[in-house]
């Protein structure tokens, strides 16, 4: 439902550019590095409209499961997302864990879409847990759908 909100968005307004990209980046650079949990940030600006800002983030090793390293995703997401209208979601995968989103300000004159990424450790041992205990519940984690993968320039 998110990927179809991002398009049907990105049909109707402009991506964000300018003073305002760089004002969003800075408070990225800002409220990411504070969230507990986060160790390192780095953002790479994409030519997608569906993925304008790709969040790679490293985990503290610390982090004791993929419910944490969802809250920290959602409370960096929170101090970036526009007060007006945000959506967004979490998904875990066997290769990473994936907080998208897409935010507009008031004034409805451009959209912020994109995504944070955790790969590498600490998530792989996360998995792995999680496997482990809900595996039988659940079924094991799959790894990140090619397509989505490529609307968030992982391909």
């Not at 409209?49 to 499961?65: A, G, H, I, W, Y």
């Not at 959506?87 to 066997?94: D, E, H, I, L, T």
Request: net charge negative.
């Amino acid at each position: 439902m998110l990927e179809a909100l991002i398009d049907d968005i990105a049909a109707r307004l402009p991506p964000i550019d300018g003073g305002d990209l760089v004002g969003f980046r800075m408070d990225a650079d800002h409220y990411i590095p504070m969230q507990p949990g986060i160790v390192n940030v780095s953002v790479a600006e994409q030519d997608l409209k569906t993925c304008l800002l790709r969040f790679e983030v490293t985990l503290s090793p610390s982090t004791q499961s993929l419910q944490d390293a969802t809250d920290a995703l959602t409370s960096s997401w929170r101090e970036l997302a526009y007060n007006d209208f945000e959506a967004s979601s979490v998904g875990w995968y066997s290769d990473c864990a994936l907080l998208r989103f897409v935010t507009v300000p008031g004034d409805d004159q451009y959209f912020v879409s994109g995504s944070f990424v955790v790969r590498g450790a600490p998530i792989s041992d996360l998995v792995r847990a999680f496997d482990r205990d809900f595996a039988n519940l659940h079924g094991r984690l799959q790894p990140i759908p090619e397509a989505l993968a490529s609307r968030i320039g992982l391909r």
